[in-house]
Every structure is written in structure tokens, then in C-alpha cells.
């Protein structure tokens, strides 16, 4: 009997030492993300632009654990026209880079695990910080409200893939007011036709700008604020322009790190506002009242975005 159950433990050995070469055998031959849009004809200019830009080897490392965006040949051939480039070669490699790595998240993320909410991509603003992008997952897949995954969760060696039909662009401040309904509010205000400034042209300019950007809820409480206003619409428009750029800082990305507490922070209006920074969370003290900052550094192209709980008052 001891003869048989030493047999058997060298047999049980044996044979899982099998299965775990099967599986190491499995994992060798599941291609990396480089591999699969090299042997996908529709990922060709993918592949292409990989190349110019320096990435392969980035995103052939199988011990990467990635989320890709992959665009089509026609989304890269839309883009191509869209921006007057006539081929890949016209596309300086640094804008290249950027806008290639604004399609890859550090983290692997399938569909399922996708939410409603931002990501940091490997892409870089000026500064080095990340460069984020939205993500809503209530009717499918959305990125920065323009872009549908057109096919998701194509699992490779060193993450997955999931299939764009266009390219997708670094998104600046008023990318992220518009994609995210959160703010809905703040772009309906942005854009009332009678305001005798044009806050989105404005805000899509080179910057660099901090916005603190006020929450749906935050413009219900100061409508609720007020008996005379009962929509965004009743809100003279000097006092509306007056507030919206009291939200605004002009020629800084002030992203958390970077607050120094209780000092003064110049606003687009003109005057000032400071954040203490004593509690567990940021307060902004305005002229008026105060906010808490609920979350912080949304990085566009021109700036960054502070998400607040309440409409600051001059």
C-alpha cells in the first residue's frame, strides 16, 4: 500500500506539472496586444502608427496588464481627414504619441468591470500628469459622450481590447462638462444664448485653465436659494456671467496637489477666493459662502477640472 501511494503522489506530480506547462504553453501563445492588430487586416494603420510612434514595444509586453481602444482603419482615416492630414506620415510623432496613448488605461478593464465615471490614461499633459477621459456605461459603452465601443473584450496576453469606429481625441476642459451629465446644469448655464460672453469658446482656448465646476445639485440649491428663480433662465445674466467666472482660473492648471491652503486664488472675475485644506476634504471659501471640493483632478488638454458641491457666490 505505501508502494501504491507513493506511485500515486508521483502521478498527481506529474500530472499537474503538465497542466501547469499547458497553461504556461497557453499564455505564450496568446498574442499581446501588438500580435492580435498585427494579424487583424481592420488594425492595420493601427499597427502603422504604433510603429511611427514608438509604442510597439510598450504594448507588446506580456507582463502589461492594459485596456486599449482600438480605432478602425476607417476611424483613422476620418481622422486623417478631419485634422488635413493627407497620410499617418503627416501626423507629427508627438501628437501621434498622445493621441495613441489617450486610447490605453494602465489597468485592465473589461465591460463589466467599466463604470460610469473617469479614467487616466497613459497619455500626458504638459506637466506629466495623466490625461483623463470619461467614460459612461449607462447605454453601452460612451467615451467623452462622442465615441461607441463598437465591439468590447477581446482578451489578449497583456490586457484587453475593445473596438472604437473613431479615433478619440484628448478632451479639453468643455469636453468634460458636456460628456459628463453630472454637469449638465453648469453647460446649460454656459450656454444661454443672451450671456454676452462666449464661455465655451472661451474654455476650449489654449489656457492652461482651473475650473471648479459645480454639480447639478449645486444649481438646484441656489435656484432653491432664490423665489425668484425658478429656472437657470431667471438668473439676470450679469449676475450669471459675474458667477460663472468666479469659477475660473485663467493661465494655471491647479491640479490638488498644487493648492496652497488658505492662500488667495485670482479668479477669471477678478477677485478672490482661498481653500483650506484643514479637513478631509478641500473648502473653497468664497466671497459669499463656501464648497467642498468632491472630486479633483479631471486633466483636459487646457486644464483641469475640481468638481464642487456648491455655486460659489463673489
Same mark, same amino acid.
Given at each position: 500500500?505505501?508502494?501504491?501511494?507513493?506511485?500515486?503522489?508521483?502521478?498527481?506530480?506529474?500530472?499537474?506539472?503538465?497542466?501547469?506547462?499547458?497553461?504556461?504553453?497557453?499564455?505564450?501563445?496568446?498574442?499581446?496586444?501588438?500580435?492580435?492588430?498585427?494579424?487583424?487586416?481592420?488594425?492595420?494603420?493601427?499597427?502603422?502608427?504604433?510603429?511611427?510612434?514608438?509604442?510597439?514595444?510598450?504594448?507588446?509586453?506580456?507582463?502589461?496588464?492594459?485596456?486599449?481602444?482600438?480605432?478602425?482603419?476607417?476611424?483613422?482615416?476620418?481622422?486623417?481627414?478631419?485634422?488635413?492630414?493627407?497620410? @499617418?506620415? /503627416?501626423? $507629427? #510623432?508627438?501628437? +501621434?504619441? %498622445? =493621441?495613441?496613448? &489617450? *486610447? !490605453?488605461?494602465?489597468?485592465?478593464?473589461?465591460?463589466?468591470?467599466?463604470?460610469?465615471?473617469?479614467?487616466?490614461?497613459?497619455?500626458?499633459?504638459?506637466?506629466?500628469?495623466?490625461?483623463?477621459?470619461?467614460?459612461?456605461?449607462?447605454?453601452?459603452?460612451?467615451?467623452?459622450?462622442?465615441?461607441?465601443?463598437?465591439?468590447?473584450?477581446?482578451?489578449?496576453?497583456?490586457?484587453?481590447?475593445?473596438?472604437?469606429?473613431?479615433?478619440?481625441?484628448?478632451?479639453?476642459?468643455?469636453?468634460?462638462?458636456?460628456?459628463?451629465?453630472?454637469?449638465?446644469?453648469?453647460?446649460?448655464?454656459?450656454?444661454?444664448?443672451?450671456?454676452?460672453?462666449?464661455?465655451?469658446?472661451?474654455?476650449?482656448?489654449?489656457?492652461?485653465?482651473?475650473?471648479?465646476?459645480?454639480?447639478?445639485?449645486?444649481?438646484?440649491?441656489?435656484?432653491?436659494?432664490?423665489?425668484?428663480?425658478?429656472? @437657470?433662465? /431667471?438668473? $439676470? #445674466?450679469?449676475? +450669471?456671467? %459675474? =458667477?460663472?467666472? &468666479? *469659477? !475660473?482660473?485663467?493661465?494655471?492648471?491647479?491640479?490638488?496637489?498644487?493648492?496652497?491652503?488658505?492662500?488667495?486664488?485670482?479668479?477669471?472675475?477678478?477677485?478672490?477666493?482661498?481653500?483650506?485644506?484643514?479637513?478631509?476634504?478641500?473648502?473653497?471659501?468664497?466671497?459669499?459662502?463656501?464648497?467642498?471640493?468632491?472630486?479633483?483632478?479631471?486633466?483636459?488638454?487646457?486644464?483641469?477640472?475640481?468638481?464642487?458641491?456648491?455655486?460659489?457666490?463673489?
Amino acid at each position: 500500500m505505501k508502494v501504491h501511494s507513493y506511485a500515486l503522489s508521483i502521478l498527481m506530480v506529474f500530472t499537474l506539472s503538465l497542466s501547469f506547462l499547458s497553461c504556461d504553453d497557453d499564455d505564450a501563445m496568446e498574442p499581446t496586444i501588438v500580435e492580435f492588430a498585427q494579424d487583424n487586416t481592420n488594425f492595420s494603420i493601427l499597427v502603422d502608427a504604433l510603429t511611427a510612434a514608438g509604442l510597439v514595444d510598450a504594448l507588446n509586453d506580456r507582463t502589461s496588464s492594459l485596456t486599449v481602444f482600438a480605432p478602425t482603419n476607417a476611424a483613422f482615416e476620418a481622422f486623417l481627414t478631419a485634422n488635413n492630414f493627407v497620410s @499617418l506620415n /503627416d501626423v $507629427p #510623432v508627438d501628437l +501621434l504619441r %498622445t =493621441v495613441l496613448l &489617450y *486610447h !490605453v488605461l494602465p489597468t485592465e478593464e473589461t465591460s463589466s468591470k467599466l463604470t460610469s465615471t473617469y479614467y487616466n490614461t497613459l497619455a500626458e499633459y504638459a506637466d506629466g500628469e495623466p490625461l483623463t477621459l470619461y467614460i459612461n456605461t449607462s447605454g453601452g459603452v460612451k467615451i467623452n459622450a462622442a465615441i461607441d465601443v463598437a465591439a468590447a473584450d477581446e482578451e489578449v496576453a497583456n490586457g484587453v481590447i475593445h473596438t472604437v469606429n473613431e479615433v478619440i481625441e484628448p478632451a479639453n476642459v468643455v469636453t468634460f462638462a458636456t460628456a459628463d451629465p453630472t454637469f449638465s446644469n453648469l453647460v446649460a448655464a454656459l450656454t444661454r444664448t443672451d450671456l454676452t460672453a462666449d464661455f465655451v469658446s472661451i474654455l476650449s482656448g489654449d489656457g492652461p485653465f482651473t475650473v471648479f465646476a459645480p454639480t447639478n445639485a449645486a444649481f438646484e440649491a441656489l435656484l432653491a436659494s432664490n423665489p425668484d428663480w425658478n429656472t @437657470l433662465a /431667471d438668473i $439676470p #445674466v450679469a449676475t +450669471l456671467e %459675474t =458667477v460663472l467666472k &468666479y *469659477h !475660473v482660473v485663467a493661465g494655471a492648471n491647479v491640479r490638488a496637489a498644487d493648492i496652497v491652503s488658505d492662500a488667495p486664488v485670482t479668479t477669471f472675475e477678478g477677485s478672490t477666493f482661498s481653500i483650506s485644506l484643514a479637513g478631509s476634504a478641500p473648502v473653497i471659501n468664497a466671497g459669499s459662502n463656501t464648497a467642498t471640493i468632491v472630486a479633483t483632478d479631471v486633466q483636459g488638454t487646457n486644464g483641469v477640472v475640481h468638481a464642487i458641491d456648491t455655486v460659489l457666490l463673489p
